[in-house]
């Protein structure tokens, strides 16, 4: 039996992602796929555009056998700590044996070579990171120009490789698996389609940045032939049956609990957050006259060593009043297909870490410290729960009596 594990955010799952599981099938010879997609709140600090829940029965749909939960905890961070949580979640099941993952090139030996260098973090890199940091350049930016500077004599060009999200998330899934000793192989597909941040529908497989757009327009309809094309037909059935028109959450329904946050809370609080330093909290005091929204306050924010993506998680952290949390030490499964059981067999014999089908037992199977990092995510969701409802009038249901999903 061959597994192969996917990271994922899947916001929403699309055609791109239902191909991206048919390669790693074909190309991999997994008999299996399991995916740790992002909760309730994603990577570049904000919500998903829909719950875990739902996405998690769309990415069965399109082709997924089993999904675990990161939580936002661990998800709603930067590149490296979230591939770090991912690949730590998929290295504790015990029985995971290719990490497939999207990129522009398809080539996996750069990958490995800049995943390889990373892991060691030499002190000639650390002192020229320092260098470029202290010139106000942003972090990405720094360690591109450190990059160029050290691996010049080879093959790969790493200011442009390093310029797409894809391969960023491809090198620090390599760098985790290197770091953790990992016997699970990385394993790239060369992605087709809309390039990452494409918003217009132009090709086969658009970016899930296009469907977000097209989402907010006022005019879409669930049942327009553009829509329905943009994902697999299991997953449109599923979307069309649930909505007429696009519902959905973002950053900027959360802006009244922002601007609230950021009147009621005091600068040590503040500053005890995740990744929000004493610096940030000062300036977030000195503008917060000035909010207006999210996303106008955000680019307020911004600076030449803070990226929109960073002040956008350090916001999210303070809203969702996240601090530092210890390693992910568990595995929440979100929902599997009942032909995967042969999976949850070996997950009995293999995983190094517990895993939870069922939210109100968790207390029962974690140590403390995994029980208080588990009660504060189903606080988060109870918060996206929360926020949906209110948007759209809807019945409020708490995440321990949201089932885990099966599907045939």
Not at 349 to 361: G, L, Q, V, Y
Request: aromatic residues 10%; proline residues 5%; contains cysteine.
């Amino acid at each position: 039996m061959k597994i192969a594990g996917i990271i994922a955010e899947y916001n929403p799952f699309h055609t791109g992602h239902a191909y991206h599981i048919q390669k790693t099938r074909e190309l991999t010879g997994a008999d299996y796929i399991v995916v740790v997609m992002s909760g309730d709140f994603v990577q570049r600090g904000a919500p998903a555009l829909y719950s875990k829940h739902l996405r998690t029965r769309m990415a069965l749909l399109g082709g997924a056998d089993l999904v675990f939960e990161l939580p936002a905890t661990h998800a709603c961070e930067s590149a490296e700590f979230f591939a770090q949580s991912a690949v730590g979640l998929l290295d504790g099941l015990g029985c995971v044996d290719v990490l497939s993952f999207g990129s522009e090139s398809g080539d996996i030996e750069p990958f490995l070579q800049l995943g390889a260098f990373l892991a060691t973090e030499t002190p000639e890199y650390q002192n020229l990171l320092k260098e470029y940091l202290k010139k106000g350049e942003s972090f990405p930016k720094a360690r591109s120009l450190v990059l160029q500077e050290l691996l010049s004599d080879t093959d790969t060009d790493t200011g442009t490789f390093l310029q797409t999200p894809n391969n960023i998330l491809g090198v620090e899934y390599c760098k985790a698996l290197c770091r953790r000793n990992s016997p699970i192989r990385p394993f790239t597909v060369k992605r087709e389609g809309n390039a990452y941040h494409e918003e217009s529908l132009k090709e086969q497989f658009p970016s899930a940045s296009a469907i977000r757009a097209l989402w907010k327009s006022a005019d879409c309809k669930m049942s327009d032939s553009t829509v329905s094309s943009c994902f697999p037909p299991a997953v449109s059935a599923l979307l069309s049956q649930t909505f007429s028109c696009p519902q959905f959450l973002d950053e900027e329904d959360f802006s009244p609990y922002l601007r609230w946050l950021l009147f009621s809370t005091d600068k040590a609080q503040l500053a005890s957050y995740q990744d929000v330093t004493p610096d940030f909290v000062q300036r977030l005091f000195h503008t917060r006259g000035s909010y207006e929204s999210w996303g106008q306050y955000a680019a307020l924010l911004k600076t030449r060593e803070l990226t929109y993506s960073r002040i956008c998680r350090m916001l999210m952290h303070c809203l969702l009043q996240i601090s530092d949390v210890p390693p992910l030490s568990y595995a929440r499964l979100l929902g599997f297909r009942r032909q995967a059981s042969p999976v949850l067999s070996a997950l009995k014999k293999h995983s190094s870490i517990p895993f939870i089908t069922k939210a109100a037992d968790a207390s029962s199977l974690l140590s403390d410290e995994s029980a208080a990092v588990f009660a504060k995510n189903v606080e988060v969701s109870n918060l996206y729960e929360s926020v949906w409802c209110e948007k759209y009038h809807t019945p409020f249901v708490h995440e321990y009596q949201k089932p885990l999903i099966i599907l045939p």
